[in-house]
């Protein structure tokens, strides 16, 4: 197979610096734009100005090895990589040479005239860029090292329809022991089943899977979980996997209004508040991103708490509505049994006996939720809730972010649960508008 060239562009640096190491023994041109825009992003405090620092590094690493401008291996059975500038003459002219979107596809149009017979790829997270480089006759290609689905409807649900005859329902009914047989049903640990009788459709009995070992288990009806109750079997099923202690991390997606914060911090409340020494949880912690994550709270007086006030606002309204009044709450807070954590400061700690609430996580990079989830202690359950359709961070989306990352990569395993919210219970006007606006 001929050996390509690939184009890398800023935004994908920023998105994973290791991305250079990506394309087997393909070469990668890195346009020295790109190197400026690094460096104007290095001083970041975030995973941005992470990758931003971390490409530096590599760059310099491979330096030692020989001159960047003439091309230096990657390694054994790898390409090469070099920095090049571009020929202006070489840009459309309606392409303003000052944009550096428009330097980048400059040096991949130079590098095109300068290897003809080379297949050279830009590669760009920027959708705008893909559509440039279309209109200039360049090949271009999305980032999708981190993508786990190809498309966000294939994404686990956490549910599974599955036809039965209907004797096996009402045996089900009659608390005799059913299982499901491999062979005839691929279904994951903690999964929820509806069977569905072959002869009447209607006919229906909700269960949830552990493993082909053990029975199905039937769902376990709260009717009151620190005053919620599920409106529907959807929060029904989330709520048996926010509630057993022995799944250490819950996802749950959902649009507006679905319910995933409400019940998240409901569980969360009754495991932790209800002042019963054997409840499994010491304290609450809740926090959301910071958009984008780990970007600095700010040099103003104050405590966290204060700071972070803006972005937890919609957690304190589920909160104090849980809670009755903002006195309790308050009260609680100061003992330090709810705790507002900034996720700026996550790195480094281990936080153990917790019940941690990380809301808004589609607007997570992959390696945020790894930084997250690798600080969870003995004892800490961990719930990531969002709407994989409202994305603020411009570095991931739908099907690349760290929720939808999490969820696919956690789904095999036993400690692990994933329920996606279908129907808005926050009220009649907000279903409606999350439905048609």
């Not at 590669?123 to 559509?131: A, E, F, Q």
């Not at 993508?147 to 004797?167: A, I, M, N, P």
């Not at 099923?237 to 959902?254: K, Q, T």
Request: charged letters at 30%; one cysteine or more.
């Amino acid at each position: 197979m001929a050996k390509k060239t690939y184009v890398l562009d800023t935004s994908v640096y920023l998105t994973d610096a290791s991305a250079i190491n990506s394309y087997g023994n393909n070469d990668v041109l890195i346009p020295l734009k790109v190197l400026e825009e690094i460096d104007n992003n290095k001083k970041r405090q975030d995973s941005v100005g992470a990758n931003a620092r971390n490409l530096i590094r590599i760059l310099d690493s491979l330096r030692q090895n020989g001159d960047l401008r003439k091309g230096v291996r990657l390694g054994k059975g790898k390409g090469i990589v070099f920095v090049r500038n571009y020929n202006p003459a070489l840009l459309p002219n309606d392409l303003d040479p000052k944009t550096p979107d428009n330097q980048i596809i400059g040096t991949a149009l130079t590098e095109i005239d300068a290897s003809p017979k080379r297949k050279v790829i830009l590669i760009s997270r920027d959708i705008n860029m893909r559509i440039k480089c279309d209109a200039v006759g360049i090949s271009s290609e999305d980032y999708n090292r981190d993508q786990v689905v190809s498309d966000r409807r294939l994404l686990y649900t956490g549910v599974k329809h599955h036809l039965v005859d209907e004797q096996i329902i009402d045996r089900f009914y009659s608390k005799e022991e059913i299982f499901l047989e491999e062979d005839e049903v691929k279904i994951l640990p903690n999964q929820f089943v509806m069977l569905v009788s072959n002869s009447n459709e209607k006919k229906t009995a909700l269960a949830k899977f552990d493993n082909y070992h053990l029975p199905l288990k039937k769902i376990i009806e709260y009717k009151d979980v620190w005053g919620v109750r599920p409106r529907n079997k959807e929060q029904d099923f989330a709520m048996n996997l926010l509630m057993d202690p022995s799944i250490e991390v819950v996802s749950l997606v959902g649009k507006a209004g679905s319910g995933k914060t409400l019940c998240a911090i409901a569980a969360g409340l009754e495991q932790t508040i209800e002042g019963d020494s054997e409840a499994p949880y010491r304290r609450l912690i809740i926090s959301r991103p910071v958009q984008p994550l780990g970007r600095d709270i700010g040099f103003l007086p104050g405590t966290i708490e204060e700071k972070m006030a803006p972005w937890i606002s919609p957690i304190r309204d589920n909160l104090e509505f849980l809670m009755g009044d903002k006195r309790t709450l308050d009260m609680y807070v100061d003992q330090g049994i709810i705790e507002v954590e900034a996720l700026t400061y996550i790195r480094g700690r281990s936080i153990s006996k917790a019940y941690i609430i990380i809301d808004e996580a589609q607007n997570l990079t992959s390696h945020e939720i790894k930084t997250i989830l690798t600080r969870v202690g003995e004892g800490t359950k961990l719930i990531l809730t969002g709407d994989i359709e409202q994305i603020d961070n411009v570095y991931v989306d739908e099907t690349s972010n760290g929720l939808s990352y999490a969820i696919e990569k956690f789904k095999k395993y036993e400690l692990s649960g994933h329920m996606t919210l279908l129907k808005g219970e926050r009220s009649r006007v907000a279903t409606l508008a999350a439905k048609i606006l």
